[in-house]
């Protein structure tokens, strides 16, 4: 079964970064887009960036030029590299994947920026 396991999250001050990770198994993971939402208290969960198979690359306006999204397919990981955080990125962050018409999540990982 497809099954993806964040890690990676934690408390860091404004201006830091964190490294977020996501292992995924249960699928050719190469021949699939992968993306990371987030979703903070009472608010809707939204995209925060995706990439494609290809590694093309799309970004939430709020984040572009401070994270990053990337992949190693021989590892079956995808990754977010969160740079000059701030406190509105606080969330619980969720790695996700579309495959046969269905989304698949991960449990979701912490993220909080405070000073």
């Known amino acids: 079964q497809v099954q993806l396991v964040e890690s990676g999250g934690g408390l860091v001050q404004p201006g830091g970064s964190l490294r977020l990770s996501c292992a995924v198994s249960?699928?050719?993971?190469?021949?699939?887009?992968m993306g990371w939402y987030r979703q903070a208290p009472g608010n809707q969960r939204e995209v925060v960036a995706r990439?494609?198979?290809?590694?093309?690359?799309n970004y939430a306006d709020s984040v572009k030029g401070r994270f990053t999204i990337t992949r190693d397919n021989a590892k079956n990981t995808v990754y977010l590299q969160m740079n000059s955080l701030k406190p509105e990125d606080t969330a619980v962050y969720y790695c996700?994947?579309?495959?046969?018409?269905?989304?698949?999540w991960g449990q979701g990982t912490q993220v909080t920026v405070s000073s």
């Open positions: 996700n994947v579309f495959v046969g018409g269905y989304d698949y």
């Open positions: 249960g699928i050719i993971f190469s021949v699939y887009g």
């Open positions: 990439i494609r198979s290809t590694s093309g690359t």
